[in-house]
Each structure stands twice: as C-alpha cells, then as structure tokens.
C-alpha cells in the first residue's frame, strides 16, 4: 500500500508521527465487534474484545490469537490499573470489574445511588489509583452486545471510583452517550468523546475538562469533531496528540485540536491502544479485525 493509499496528511506536523515505510498489518479476523485493546508489556501479548461473541481474546508477537476468557459478560474497554491488573467495563454485568493476579474477579462498580448502571463502557485509570469510566446506554439498548433493558439512570454519566474507598461518584452528567476517554500525559485534562451521533444527529465530538484536586472536572470544552463516524476510543501519545478512532480510520489531532491526518483502516474503527517493546506499535480494533501498525512516536498509557 503506497503512503497515499495509507494516509491522509492534513499538516506536515503528521509527517514526524508516522514511518514511511511502515505498513497497515491485519493481526486477526473473525469478530463480530473488536472493542478494548489493552497491551501488557510484561506478558508481551495484547488483549481486546469481541463484544458480541461473548469473548476477549489474546495475540502474542509470533501471530499466534487465542481465547483468553469466555464467556467475558460482554466485555467492552479494558485497561490496566498502575499495579498492571486488568480493569474491565461489561455491557452484559453492567459493572466495572478488575481481575486479580490470581484470576479471581472483583466487582468494582455496578450501581449508583441504589440503581444500576447502564453498561459501563471506557476506563482509565489515574495515577493515583483511581477509576474513571462512561456509562452510555448501548449495552441494553439490544441484546447483540449485552441484555436488552430499560435505564436505571436518568442519565447517561461519567464516574470516578476512589482508590482508598471505593466510592463511586458520578463526575459529568450532561453527556447523550459518553465513549471513550483518556487523561492527557500530565492528567491535568480529561478528554472524554461523546458518540450520541451513532443513533442521534449529534454530537459527534471529544470535550476536554480540566481535573481539579485529582477528582472534579471543571472548564468544559470543546477539543475537536470527527468528520467520518463517531469518536469511540482514543489514547495520547508521548507529545500529548491524541489518536481516536473513526469510520475511516484512525484520526490523529494535535494537542491545540488541528488534524495532523489519519491512518486509513479498511473498516470502521472502534479504538486504539499504543504497544509493543517501545510502545510505537499503534494497535487498531476496526469491526471484524485487529490491526497494527508502527509509528515513530510512543503511547503514553501505563504501566
């Protein structure tokens, strides 16, 4: 594939992200919906999901995929938190999981104020131990990625588990369906997409709030819109641009908002995850495939 086929360049700032000679590499195909790539360095294998199969699966470097857990509760984002345990949003369980280094699972969020969650859906996790994750309503709207259900919130929110307590308290409320989100590389902002456009005419944009004392967001605004698709996941890179996935692809945005320019991705994309020995490797979840592709930047995600 020729770098024009391969990229879209909107600003010559692109040209110091991306490897001329790098290509777009499809790892795996056969799922339904690749969601929640989640890179562990230690183990040198990645894992994402496969959300209306029921499974989150496993490939490692020398192309082998395996089935890491089925049945998975639907399974949607993943990431891990600084002890490097896996955190886990499920559409079928409604709830924010963490599985324990000896496999056990432990709920860490499945209601609020006395009614459960909608389906959690993205996480992150603060330097502080603290849980972040959006709540849309996707996961019970049909029974293809979850069980079909009524709300129990009036809205649809974002949340903040405490570290030392566990208390789950909602932090935004204003959004239609919040997706993906993620913490610049100094956790001084959070971005946070809303994807409402998937079933309502808008919006289809990424807000940036600034965090206040490690546990309020304050200063709403606008960062950027996705001109093809809906903004899903998104991850930051090293310099602080931000790679979020779209219909075509992915689209990478510098920190002032501008389009540097995009990976083109033969099928819709659902989200990203930086990788690898040097984490320069983009890993790219689009419908039915897993991708990778090398970069010459690095992810900024931990551990």
Not at 59 to 64: A, I, K, L, R, Y
Not at 168 to 181: K, R, S
Not at 209 to 217: A, C, E, I, N, Q
């Amino acid at each position: 594939m020729s770098e024009d086929a391969l990229y879209d360049i909107r600003d010559d700032r692109f040209r110091g992200l991306i490897a001329g000679s790098a290509r777009l590499e499809e790892l795996y195909s056969g799922c339904r919906w690749a969601e929640g790539p989640v890179w562990f360095s230690d183990l040198n294998c990645l894992l994402w999901s496969d959300i209306p199969n029921e499974r989150m699966m496993r490939w490692v470097p020398d192309g082998s995929v395996s089935v890491f857990r089925s049945p998975s509760h639907y399974v949607n984002g993943n990431t891990r938190d600084r002890q490097g345990r896996l955190i886990s949003c499920e559409h079928g369980g409604r709830r924010v999981t963490r599985t324990e280094f000896d496999g056990r699972i432990t709920v860490l969020a499945d209601s609020y104020k006395g009614k459960r969650l909608n389906s959690p859906n993205d996480v992150v996790v603060k330097s502080d131990g603290s849980i972040w994750f959006t709540d849309p309503s996707y996961g019970i709207m049909s029974d293809y990625e979850g069980h079909k259900a009524e709300p129990e919130q009036e809205t649809r929110n974002v949340y903040r588990i405490d570290a030392p307590t566990g208390e789950i308290e909602a932090v935004a409320t204003d959004f239609i369906q919040p997706n993906g989100l993620a913490f610049s590389p100094d956790e001084k902002q959070l971005y946070i997409a809303d994807s409402a456009s998937s079933n309502h005419e808008v919006p289809r944009h990424i807000r940036v709030f600034d965090v206040v004392d490690g546990r309020k967001l304050t200063n709403s605004r606008y960062f950027c819109s996705i001109d093809r698709g809906v903004p899903d996941g998104f991850r930051f890179d090293a310099s602080g641009n931000l790679w979020t996935s779209a219909a075509d692809g992915v689209h990478c945005f510098a920190p002032d908002g501008t389009l540097l320019g995009k990976i083109k991705v033969p099928q819709t994309v659902s989200n990203i995850a930086f990788g690898g020995v040097k984490k320069n490797r983009l890993f790219i979840t689009a419908t039915q495939s897993l991708y990778s592709i090398y970069t010459t930047t690095n992810g900024a995600q931990y551990p």
